[in-house]
């Protein structure tokens, strides 16, 4: 299993956690989160994850909100490690298929962009039917 953590700005990712609990519930037990305040240093949160990172065999995932942001570039310091990996523009779909999947062993980080990727879409009156007859109530 690897050791998802979830990094951003401000409150997100412990808002996005909270989210994914109520889905998955303690599936997502072992999550950790990392919320870059105002007047905090990301850099001193980076120091300490090497620490645990260096003396851990698990692989780490990383996702950030904002690839070029504060978080994501102290956090890019961390792939010197070997067993780091980081992804940008966390959504609720690509945590969900990484928690979920990480419960069997099984994540395949290339499949949870994909499913995040494919949740963002665009609907309006232009582009859906709506037929009420069909929807079941």
């Known amino acids: 299993m690897a050791k998802i ?3 951003s700005h401000g409150g997100l990712s412990a808002g996005m956690l ?9 599936l997502a037990a072992d ?13 001193e949160y ?15 995932i990383i996702l950030c909100d904002i ?7 102290a956090m890019i310091q961390l ?11 966390m959504n609720m779909n690509i945590v969900l ?6 419960s069997s062993g099984c994540i395949d980080i290339d499949n949870a962009l994909k499913e995040g990727k494919e949740g963002i879409q665009l ?10 007859e069909d929807e079941d109530f």
Do not use: C, H, Q, W
Request: proline residues 3%; glycine residues 8%; aromatic residues 4%.
């Open 31 to 43: 999550v950790e989160t990392y919320s870059l305040l105002p007047g905090r240093n990301p850099n």
């Open 46 to 60: 980076v120091t300490e994850l090497k620490e645990k990172i260096s003396t851990s065999s698990e692989e780490f």
């Open 97 to 102: 298929e990484l928690v979920i999947k990480n």
């Open 5 to 7: 953590i979830l990094a």
């Open 79 to 89: 792939l010197d490690m070997g067993n780091v990996e980081i992804i940008s523009g």
């Open 18 to 26: 909270d989210s994914v609990k109520m889905i998955v519930g303690e």
């Open 123 to 132: 609907k309006n009156k232009d582009n859906v039917a709506v037929n009420t």
């Open 67 to 73: 690839k070029g942001g504060s978080v994501y570039n």
